[in-house]
């Protein structure tokens, strides 16, 4: 006989490496001390192993694509393990990040999303906000043929990557998205469009939202709310409904991102 142990009413609950709360979903406490105590790898199995962790709490650092670019590049194919400075720098700045990762507010069906997307010539970006409140950070790197993407279609292709990840969330809600890219705001009425973009037009009229710019100077709200405790409480909310969203995310998350060890990107 297998003894289960119930608990009621409890304020929060450790689960899955998380705490889940009215306040949200926060960093398990014991997992920051770890981080807290991890010396800089000095072999490609350890540092493996730290983006192992690291990836597993991505959701919670903005632009985390970016900032492991160097440590990626360590587990390609044939690389000789050589910590630069670089490393170092990288190592550190993620360590900082996920110490002081904010509180994610748990997701209200029905309430309006707005969906931040930005990109680089490094990789995409973006936030998913809702009430001023945030849900998840996502990014990537870019493939090696989405480097030569014009603007527009890198554009694009973050808004397209954030709702593929977000489906769960974004399906038969309405959300706006913004975006620094005023080009944007005029693809559901542009006329002429390459053979990629009339696909990933297709893709976004699954999906109730309207594109607004956002001029990238005013494009403030992704660090303010990336403080911790920032965050307000959203009220009552069950802690069965905590625990499903936060498994959604998870099985999600699971099946996304993985690094891939022979060219060291992010996926």
């Known amino acids: 006989m297998l003894n289960f142990q119930c608990d ?3 304020s929060e609950v450790a689960l899955l490496g998380h705490v889940v709360s009215a306040e949200g979903i926060k960093v398990d406490p014991s997992k920051i001390e770890a981080i807290v105590k991890w010396e800089a790898p000095k072999s490609v199995s350890e540092n493996k192993s730290f983006l192992g962790l690291a990836g597993y709490y991505r959701r919670f650092v903005e ?3 970016q900032i492991i670019i160097p440590l990626t590049s360590l587990t390609k194919k044939g690389e000789k393990f050589v910590w630069t400075d670089k490393c170092e720098k990288s190592f550190q700045m993620l360590k900082t990040r996920l110490i002081s990762t904010p509180i994610l507010t748990i997701f209200v069906p029905g309430q309006t999303f707005t969906l931040y997307t930005d990109a680089s010539g490094l990789g995409l970006g973006c936030v998913l906000v809702q009430v001023e ?3 998840a950070y996502a990014s990537r790197q870019l493939k090696i043929h989405e480097k030569n993407y014009p603007t527009h279609d890198l554009e694009l292709a ?3 990557h954030a709702v593929k990840i977000w489906r769960h969330y974004l399906y038969r809600e309405k959300f ?3 975006s620094d890219h005023k080009s944007l705001t005029y693809l559901f009425n542009q006329k002429e469009l390459n053979m990629r973009q009339r696909r990933w037009l297709e893709l976004l009229k699954d999906y109730d939202c309207d594109i607004q710019y956002h001029p990238g100077k005013a494009n403030v709200v992704a660090d303010a709310l990336r403080r911790k405790g920032m965050i307000k409480s959203q009220g009552e909310i069950s802690t069965t409904t905590a625990m499903c969203t ?3 995310e998870f099985n999600h998350g699971n099946e996304q991102y993985v690094i891939d060890t022979t060219d060291g990107s992010a996926h």
Do not use: P
């Open 158 to 160: 973050a808004v397209v």
């Open 246 to 248: 936060i498994g959604m």
């Open 176 to 178: 706006q998205i913004k």
């Open 133 to 135: 409140q945030v849900i």
């Open 63 to 65: 632009d985390y694509s």
């Open 8 to 10: 009621f009413w409890l």
